[in-house]
Every structure is written in structure tokens, then in C-alpha cells.
């Protein structure tokens, strides 16, 4: 069984930075196989950044040359490095693994 929990979102300005991180505690030996989601009201969970079990990243159109995903194994942590912020990028932004999710952090990028 593995838990995920993810950690700093918040209030940010558009044209700024910030960086999620997932923490994954359980049954689990590496965050290959782990991506970023994000949601938002009304809409379906939609993928942001992705680290295949061999290693390859993928970026949605969205996120890709502004987001930047790194994976610590040693730490068991996902990370999300994101710049340019536009409000709308507005979200929950989750972590997944599998069918299993975090409890989300909330990004606001005001405008």
C-alpha cells in the first residue's frame, strides 16, 4: 500500500514560480511510474507531467518549456518545478501513482 502526500501549493502572481512536492511512504521503491495531475471544478482530472518506469518524461502542450518534473528516489519524492504561472493554471494539483492519489495541494495564480 503507498500513500502519497503532496505539499506546496499556494497564492501566487501570474509570470511566478513554484515547486510541488509528493512525498510517497509505503510500498514503493522509486517515483518512476508517478506524475502530476491537475483539477478543477466542473472539469476531469487532466495529466501535467509524467515519469514513465523507464525514465521518460512527458509534459502536457500546457506545461511543457515551463514545468519541469524531477523525480528523487533515494527520498521518495516528486517533484514539480513550475515558472510562468498563468492563471490558468489554476488547480488542485494532484500526485498519482497507479490509482493512487494524494489529497491534493491548491495553486491560485492570480492575475
Known amino acids: 500500500q503507498v500513500q502519497l502526500v503532496e505539499s506546496g501549493g499556494g497564492l501566487v502572481q501570474a509570470g511566478g514560480s513554484l515547486t510541488l512536492s509528493c512525498v510517497a511512504d509505503g510500498d514503493i521503491s522509486e517515483v518512476n511510474g508517478m506524475g502530476w495531475y491537475r483539477q478543477v471544478p466542473g472539469k476531469e482530472r487532466e495529466w501535467v507531467a509524467r515519469i514513465t518506469l523507464g525514465g521518460f518524461i512527458y509534459y502536457n502542450d500546457s506545461a511543457a518549456g515551463r514545468f519541469t518534473i524531477l523525480g528523487d528516489n533515494f527520498r521518495k519524492t516528486l517533484y514539480l518545478q513550475m515558472s510562468d504561472l498563468k492563471p490558468e493554471d489554476t488547480a488542485v494539483y494532484y500526485c498519482?501513482?497507479?490509482?493512487?492519489w494524494g489529497q491534493g495541494t491548491q495553486v491560485t495564480v492570480s492575475s
Open positions: 498519482g501513482r497507479y490509482g493512487t
